[in-house]
């Protein structure tokens, strides 16, 4: 039997969490499980921005018409609405197999000293805290059968912090160290806890850092090669559809042009 053919079969039935899923590196991911599982994985799709996700269910209904979908409109950051809506969620998606804590963001290139404290907040609240919250949330439900996924995400720049980007950086590092806490809290049990850490990938992602100027988001691409969001996603799947025995437990990809987050930032490739 072929590897795909035995992954495609892993994921069959598997119901699977995906938190910022209305575009990026989380739509592409939604789109890499129903391919993977020939439409047979369930997809909880969660985001703030509703509308994104109805009309991400709507593609992906046209390329995949069985395939069964949830989403819901879910601000991470609120962390008092995470155990109701999980309480909340229909009978056939109540038993997640698999947790994306994909939700994150950067905002701003301020240097220490200048950095405005709603985006202090902002991106600790989204990369930590949510984080953490939704997976304590959802551990009990992987406890209660001794089985399931947490993926969490990180990045390049949880390894290689960069001037300018003091805040994120700290919030990837502490997702770093929260992830391999849990995964040596997890050891004796069949729960596994991976860390898929991105570099430059090509996205919202610099938009949103930016605060809406394009022209300078896109200047973070220029004369590079970055990663496209369904680079990621395949490892993401590729790393929950192992056998069971198997942890990808900490993993880096980042494109070819990219040394660490410094290159990329400051316009240096090489």
């Not at 991911?29 to 993977?36: K, M, Q, R, S």
């Not at 806890?193 to 949103?208: R, Y």
């Not at 590079?224 to 990809?253: C, F, G, K």
Request: hydrophobic fraction near 45%; proline fraction near 3%.
């Amino acid at each position: 039997m072929s590897q795909g053919r035995k992954a495609a079969e892993r994921l069959v039935n598997k119901v699977v969490l995906i938190t910022g899923a209305s575009a990026g590196i989380g739509a592409a991911t939604a789109l890499e499980y129903l391919d993977a599982s020939n439409a047979k994985a369930k997809l909880i799709l969660v985001a703030r921005r509703l509308a994104k996700l109805e009309t991400l269910k709507a593609d992906l209904l046209k390329q995949f018409p069985d395939a069964q979908i949830h989403i819901a409109e879910l601000d991470v950051t609120q962390t008092e609405t995470i155990k109701p809506f999980l309480e909340g969620l229909p009978e056939d998606f109540k038993d997640i197999d698999i947790l994306i804590n994909n939700a994150g963001k950067a905002l701003g290139t301020d240097l220490v000293g200048d950095i405005e404290i709603d985006d202090i907040k902002g991106m600790m609240d989204t990369n930590v805290i949510a984080l953490i919250n939704m997976t304590q949330a959802v551990l009990p439900i992987f406890k209660k059968k001794n089985s399931g996924d947490i993926v969490n995400i990180g990045s390049v720049a949880g390894r290689d912090a960069y001037p300018t980007g003091s805040i994120y950086c700290a919030s990837k590092f502490a997702v770093k160290a929260f992830t391999d806490s849990l995964r040596k809290e997890l050891i004796s049990s069949k729960i596994r806890v991976i860390l898929i850490a991105p570099g430059v990938v090509e996205t919202d992602f610099s938009v949103v850092r930016f605060k809406g100027d394009t022209d300078r988001a896109a200047s973070i691409y220029q004369d590079i090669s970055p990663l496209e969001a369904e680079d990621v996603a395949d490892l993401i799947v590729y790393s929950t559809s192992r056998r069971s025995n198997t942890v990808i437990a900490d993993a880096l990809i980042f494109p070819t042009t990219q040394g660490s987050p410094f290159h990329i930032y400051h316009g240096n490739s090489k």
